[in-house]
């Protein structure tokens, strides 16, 4: 009889033994999310490797690798990285409102190919960089092996960037070009 009572006991205790590991791991931070810097050691980019310096912005909000870039970007992870990406930076900020990339390719094709799939085929050279696209809410550019993506926003919920200031922002995708030129022709690693 008490052999009885003791096997629902012992199947109870290792049916919980699984969900009590994943309690555990959640609890340690297993589902924490990252836009931070890789760990060093880690490989890729690091926050000790050159970032170029931006007037109106800091240190990026993230700086990542190829294995990380997922945490940046849905679903276009693997095509970044099989189009020659090697490196993602990125900013957010609050004057002009605005979101900052800079996408590091191993060539100037791969980064010319970007700028064309986001941008378009309606490129200028008048804008920053060796081509450009600039609309009212973004500004895509290429300058050598460098995409640079900058984008108003993120707005509030249920805002809308009407009230944006978009010369601002045409005028902070030109500081991130002039960082890149000073920065000189080898660019960011």
Request: aromatic fraction near 6%; include cysteine.
């Amino acid at each position: 009889m008490a052999e009885r009572r003791r096997r629902p006991l012992i199947m109870a205790l290792l049916l919980a033994a699984p969900l009590l590991a994943l309690a555990a791991w959640i609890v340690t931070g297993g589902l924490r999310r990252s836009f931070g810097p890789a760990p060093a050691g880690a490989g890729g980019a690091t926050a000790t490797t050159t970032v170029p310096r931006i007037e109106g912005l800091g240190l990026p909000e993230a700086d990542l690798p190829p294995d990380r870039f997922w945490e940046r970007v849905n679903g276009a992870a693997d095509t970044l990285i099989a189009g020659g990406c090697r490196r993602m930076l990125a900013w957010k900020t609050d004057d002009p409102r605005a979101e900052v990339e800079i996408l590091v390719f191993e060539t100037t094709a791969g980064a010319a190919t970007f700028l064309e799939r986001d941008a378009g085929v309606g490129r200028s050279s008048g804008g920053p960089g060796d081509e450009a696209s600039i609309a009212p809410d973004s500004v895509f550019f290429r300058r050598g092996r460098h995409f640079v993506r900058v984008l108003a926003g993120p707005f509030a919920p249920g805002s809308s960037a009407a009230g944006h200031d978009a010369a601002a922002i045409t005028d902070l995708a030109r500081n991130v070009d002039s960082a890149l030129v000073a920065i000189g022709a080898k660019g960011i690693p």
